[in-house]
């Protein structure tokens, strides 16, 4: 499977206007890649590209409009003559909800952001790599679709979504020599966690989860994950039989 270059082509970066995403066009931009940053926030966006002149293009848009997706994808390629040869797909949104407060509206915009935005970009640019058998896909989840954990509802499913969809298209991706990546995060400090009123443990900067991340990417594994210090605890919740994980989280949420 291939690990794409900045000679390769162009890097596509959802999500880009804030947090991980934001960080990880100018970590990427100063490797060297001349980087797509889409998001909705347009001024966001052209201040990247002012902060990383040649190296960014601002390409705003909504990740659930498909059609706008292909087209933004097409218009970069066209004005630059190159290719996407790194998607990293990380646009989301995050709202805490549990049964008392369960909020249909809430819970299908976490799903429509989280997993169809990321569909949506999928649709856009994994054709062509599939026709020129190189690319490399980056799919971001969380740890917090390891397993359902308490007012995390909407948002773990979504990741959840997200960690199977990567599994399941990286058996055909690596047929065709297309790298399919799954990166789990912990929590890091961006505007999307600023509003969580619950202890974050191990909360991360996010210049150093755009490094971890970068540094996951050239390695090429499938799972990219950190700090492991959350990661590993809850990659053991997993294994745990139904009855003893319930038990444990319901202690501890006391």
């Avoid at 970590?27 to 060297?32: V, W």
């Avoid at 002149?53 to 630059?80: F, N």
């Avoid at 996951?216 to 990661?231: D, K, S, V, Y």
Wanted: net charge positive; aromatic share 6%.
């Amino acid at each position: 499977m291939s690990i794409a270059t900045p000679k390769d082509g162009l890097a596509w970066i959802t999500g880009a206007s804030t947090g991980i995403g934001a960080a990880l066009v100018a970590e990427l931009a100063t490797a060297g890649w001349t980087v797509i940053a889409t998001a909705r926030g347009a001024d966001r966006l052209a201040a990247l590209a002012e902060a990383h002149p040649g190296q960014v293009i601002a390409a705003p848009g909504d990740i659930t409009d498909a059609e706008a997706m292909r087209g933004l994808v097409a218009k970069a390629e066209a004005e630059t003559g190159k290719a996407v040869a790194l998607a990293v797909l990380n646009a989301g949104a995050w709202q805490e909800m549990g049964a008392e407060d369960f909020d249909l509206t809430a819970f299908r915009h976490q799903i429509e952001v989280n997993l169809n935005g990321t569909a949506a970009c999928l649709a856009a640019v994994m054709p062509a790599m599939l026709a020129r058998k190189s690319g490399q896909i980056a799919i971001v989840a969380s740890v917090a679709g390891y397993r359902g954990l308490p007012r995390g509802g909407a948002y773990g499913a979504s990741k959840a979504a997200l960690i199977a969809l990567a599994e399941s298209l990286r058996f055909d991706l690596m047929k065709h020599n297309v790298t399919m990546q799954v990166i789990n995060p912990g929590f890091v400090r961006t505007p999307m966690t600023a509003v969580n009123q619950f202890p974050m443990p191990f909360l991360l900067e996010t210049d150093d989860a755009a490094r971890r991340i970068a540094r996951g990417l050239q390695r090429g594994g499938f799972e990219i994950t950190f700090p492991w210090q959350l990661a590993w605890p809850l990659k053991v919740l997993q294994l745990l039989p139904a009855r003893l994980f319930f038990a444990l989280l319901s202690r501890a949420g006391k």
